[in-house]
């Protein structure tokens, strides 16, 4: 069965990785790079959502910060692209860390409007606090060479580096729901009480996934933030929360490629309904209703559906 | 006057009147907020949503139909109340039998389109609306100005509020509704109507919050974004106060309202978090919030 399970998902996954990588011959390598940011941001999101039925509302909070501690890394202190990297990374972790924490001491519907106003919290200090330049934001960021070798200003091998970035929050997302690890996060998504009573932390194993989802938005978020050399208030406001909960539920919930999916359609609608002004929040909002009414599994959900395997 | 700590009476008394006005208004929603959890299990993110077209249901009487103050302030609850019983019967209502989390996503869906549409036709800069010309002028007391329609908005928000409270905790209707919060079956069974109530609580929740909007009308302006960032600041109050209490709600609201207006007052800076600060050492200490019971 698990090799079965493997067998097709490996096809899957080549399918992507093949796409990714022919793509930027035929589609605007920025918007795929766009999208690719937001497939990772979406598929940690959906770590915790998927995986063990924890609602983050708050996800826009730990992108956002990721992304200007690495612009402000990158630009005021000068440090090369994979240490301001890092510096998100680790950014975003420890705010995990501290959030988590707290929310975890609620459940259910109460963890979700925990985490919201918590994130709320951080964008109200990002308004005020002065590195990060108010509504202006860390503009002109420079991407600096990778490892001292790559010259990320070159638009193909920046792509390439983005597509590694995401490839490798990718497999390290796999690798935990597929672990034992990820198993007892499904244990106790299913029943806590029964795998309190097993001798399963439930607290302590939804700690570690919360704070590993957020190490991981913030490698989308600082990654983001070299690739448009910008990072701003539009990354930690709560309306970006509610993105990216869309992006899953759209691509599929608690399924392996259904947020990078997801993310595509959504950053590919956004671009094409731009000129539209607010009708990108009706239109964001219209696909809410419709697929929470009628179509919970989502894209890749049905797809597994009709393919009668997990994706 | 004799400045307290260094600061002038009338800042204070001022901060602590726009404090207890916000009070009013997270006491109000919050209310509505805990109703509709009790009973559908739903946390209702069109909640912000709906106050704000109570503001405008106000606004489009007063402009297309010429009925003031007074008429919206029963007119707007009753129209946005039944909108919302219509998005319960076509579509919370499915729900019912799926996890929370998919009622949240639901309305917050929901409040992204009615906002979008308000945004679209009236652009996000605040339309006007007057002070009802009875409630002009104000008081003064003193050791300070007191605006006649403020003190009527906290005085009247007070009144709703315990009204609410007088209903659900003291009355035979109050009875059903607690008792079908605890076992909906059980009250069926004894021929209640449930579902009817169901309906009828979510719209009697949404007209809370409409009525909110009308009285917010003359004080914020009349605009399609007013609701949106309440609504965060209003799930903060309910976690702090846990939503098992009538009472722990408002008094909550009211609470957090004034320390957030003496914040403004102390340490301005901290103004925009301190609920939420407040929220997390709650959270830390009792999990279950100041009024909740653990489940």
Redesign the interface.
Known sequence: MARVRQRHQAVAFAVMVLFFVLAPFGVYPVFLMKALCFGLFACAFNLL?GYVGL?S?GHAAYLGSAGYVAAHAAKVWGWPPEAAIAAGVVTAAILGLLIGV??I??Q???F???T???A??IF??C??APFTHGEDGIQGVPRGRLFGLLDLNQTFTLYFVVLAIFLIGFLVIYRAIHSPFGQVLKAIRENQPRALSLGYKADQYKLIAFVLSTALVGLAGSTKALVFQLASLTDVH?TMS?EV?LMT?LGGLGTVFGPVVGAFIVIALENYLAQL??????V??????V???TF?RGVVGELARLLGKPL | MIPLLGIPPQALFGQLLIGLINGSFYALLSLGLAVI?GLLNI?NFTHGAQYMMGAFAAWFLLQYAGLGYWWALIVAPIVVGIVGIVLERT?LK??YQ?D???G???T??????????F??QYGSSGLPYAIPSQLAGGQNLGFMFLPNYRAWVIGFSLAVCLGTWFVIERTRLGSYLRAATENPTLVQAFGINVPRMITLTYGFGVALAALAGVMAAPIYQVNPLMGS?LI??V??V??IGGMGSIMGSIITGFGLGVIEGLTKVFYP?AS??V???I??LV??VK?AGLFGRTQ
């Open positions: 959502i609602l509302f707290i929310a001491r609620r259910g519907i109460y979700a409007m925990t919201l106003a918590l709320q919290m109200f200090f308004v005020q709560w509610g909960v539920l002004g607010a009708w990108v929040t009706v964001q909002g219209a696909i809410f209703v697929c929470v009414l919970r | 959890f946390i579509m499915r729900l799926l929370h989390l998919y949240l996503l639901l917050f869906g929901l409040a992204l389109i009615i906002q979008g549409l945004r679209n960032d965060v600041v799930f903060a309910v976690v800076e925009n978090t609920i939420f600060v929220m997390a959270l830390l999990p």
